[in-house]
């Protein structure tokens, strides 16, 4: 009897793990609504990638490129974890070079995750200048204003919560009177977040488990927002919406299960933003 279970065993794990791995390939184009209003005010549409981990990535920069060709584009916000190895680093260049014929308005803002952190020293100042020579303006707790319509918006970077360098305070430092997006990888940030004001926040991160079995017990240890039971999709934390990106490519291990790919265009009403730029502190 066991003979026979033995090889039924391996040909379940071959299927399970063949099919976690095409599970990578099927990825997911998801369109959010922030803050929509009937009086079809000023709109800001954004692409946002995030956690490529560029070791594990199961589409190309063709491919990416001919998904999001026919969208109407006006930013591009990056949330982080590009890659973990220096070696990588050469990889990312024709991703970038895919997301600048999007030609966004506003252009690219990228915000770095703890795998990028793994880089050190002119590794990590070679990923940073990679980004930015290829059009990204790389924000590390500082901000910068955009104008969509004449409406002023902040676009708010602010650097990786999970490694212990966000510096909040800086970050909203000389803000205008407007509305408040804020990038940064990892989405626990929020809960340190309550006197500080945003219209819109975006993340990533958890990669919405990545492996679920058939719940993402393994993510505990990332923070509260899991135990909170928000490791993906739009979330509102006093009073403030956030959104949690599954993310782009796989870390550790190429494979998904319950859990698929994201890439994710954000149409963000800013005709209704509150205009409370400063932080209450």
């Given at each position: 009897m066991i003979l026979l279970v033995i090889p039924v065993l391996c040909i379940v794990f071959v299927y399970v793990i063949n099919r976690?791995?095409?599970?990578?390939?099927?990825?997911?184009?998801?369109?959010?609504?922030?803050?929509?209003?009937?009086?079809?005010?000023p709109v800001l549409n954004i692409l946002q990638l995030s956690d490529m981990h560029l070791e594990n990535i199961s589409i190309s920069p063709d491919q990416l490129y001919e998904k999001?060709?026919?969208?109407?584009?006006?930013?591009?916000?990056?949330?982080?974890?590009f890659l973990d190895r220096k070696r990588t680093i050469p990889k990312l260049i024709p991703y970038l070079k895919a997301l600048n014929k999007l030609n966004a308005k506003h252009g690219i803002y990228a915000v770095l995750g703890n795998h990028d952190y793994v880089l050190r020293g002119k590794n990590l100042q070679k990923l940073k200048e990679t980004?930015?020579?290829?059009?990204?303006?790389?924000?590390?707790?500082?901000?910068?204003?955009?104008?969509?319509?004449?409406?002023?918006?902040?676009?708010?970077?602010v650097d990786d919560f999970s490694t212990g360098r966000s510096d909040l305070a800086a970050s909203y430092v000389g803000l205008e009177h407007g509305s408040n997006l804020v990038l940064t990888h990892d989405p626990n940030l929020v809960l340190d977040m309550k006197n500080y004001y945003f219209d819109y926040l975006l993340a990533g991160h958890f990669h919405g488990g990545q492996i679920c079995y058939p719940k993402a017990y393994h993510l505990v240890k990332m923070g509260k927002l899991v135990r909170m039971n928000m490791i993906k999709g739009l979330h509102v934390q006093d009073g403030k919406t956030f959104y949690?990106?599954?993310?782009?490519?796989?870390?550790?291990?190429n494979i998904r299960i319950g859990s698929r790919p994201e890439i994710t265009l954000h149409q963000l009403s800013i005709a209704s933003a509150k205009n409370e730029s400063l932080a209450a502190i």
């Open positions: 976690a791995y095409r599970n990578t390939k099927d990825i997911v184009i998801n369109k959010i609504q922030v803050n929509p209003t009937a009086d079809h005010g999001l060709k026919n969208e109407s584009i006006d930013l591009i916000a990056l949330t982080g974890d980004l930015e020579q290829h059009g990204c303006n790389v924000m590390q707790n500082e901000n910068k204003v955009i104008h969509v319509k004449g409406h002023p918006v902040n676009i708010i970077g949690i990106s599954e993310g782009l490519g796989q870390t550790g291990v």
